[in-house]
């Protein structure tokens, strides 16, 4: 009973995370899922393959363990669960995971760009420059395709030494944005940043002629402002 309440809350927060990408314009018709885990539980919850985000119910949601198998839920989950369950794994500081296709950082994946810090509103989200993971081999394409997205995002994190709560996304090099954060809510939120800044940093460099970057002490300052110790944004409990 005790799982099964628990299970009821982690899927309705997954549906009211996944209401959002519509809501938010960050999605057309069925292109993103957003999933949230539950570590004491073993379990995740993630949207279903295909279905509409309007005709989505609590029901609908999946839960899957970590070996992908259905726990609760009678439809398929989203083909991106097990990219989902890899990230969960490696990046053990997460309890939320975000995917899209949105314009302009997807477009940043597709030019096999990093997403560089332009201004403050940057800054504000993410810790530096949002990282572009490397591209996938034709083996790993061919073989366990969605495990190796999620597994070369979180080796990309590694590689550079990035927090993920401080660098709370990555590019999926011709794909498009991963975010992710404590719960599948703050997942969401930093995708909507992500794609903003991704547009910012495409007009700087179409107004400019070159992308322009923040000076890093402008970036460290606004970073701190909100985040850690001395973070003073916002107001205290």
């Known amino acids: 009973m005790r799982h099964r309440r628990r299970h009821r809350e982690l899927r309705r927060a997954v549906l009211e995370a996944n209401r959002l990408l519509p809501a938010t314009g960050l999605v057309p018709l069925t292109w993103g899922n957003v999933s949230q885990v539950d570590r004491e539980a073993g379990v ?13 119910t609590v029901r609908d949601i ?68 949002v990282p572009l993971a490397r591209p996938l081999t034709p083996g790993e394409v061919a073989d366990c395709y969605e495990v190796n997205t999620g597994l070369v995002l979180a080796e990309t994190l590694a590689e550079l030494g990035l927090d993920p709560l401080e660098m709370p996304g990555a590019l999926a090099a011709g794909h498009g944005p991963f975010t992710w954060g404590p719960d599948a809510r703050a997942a969401v939120e930093n995708a909507v940043t992500l794609e903003s800044v991704a547009e910012m940093a495409f007009l700087t460099r179409a107004i400019a002629g070159e992308m322009r970057t923040l000076e890093s002490y402008v970036l460290e300052k606004h970073y701190a402002r909100k985040h850690g110790a001395k973070a003073y944004y916002g107001q205290r409990d």
Do not use: M, N, W
């Open 44 to 56: 995740f919850a993630i949207k279903p393959s295909g279905v509409p985000y309007s005709e989505l």
């Open 62 to 129: 999946v839960v899957l363990d970590f070996e992908l198998c259905a726990v609760e839920g009678r439809l398929r989950p989203s083909s991106d669960a097990p990219a989902h369950a890899e990230l969960y794994a490696r990046l053990t500081s997460i309890g939320g995971v975000c995917h899209t296709h949105s314009k302009f950082a997807t477009a940043f994946a597709q030019a096999r760009s990093a997403l560089p810090c332009c201004g403050t509103t940057h800054a504000d989200a993410f810790h530096g420059t």
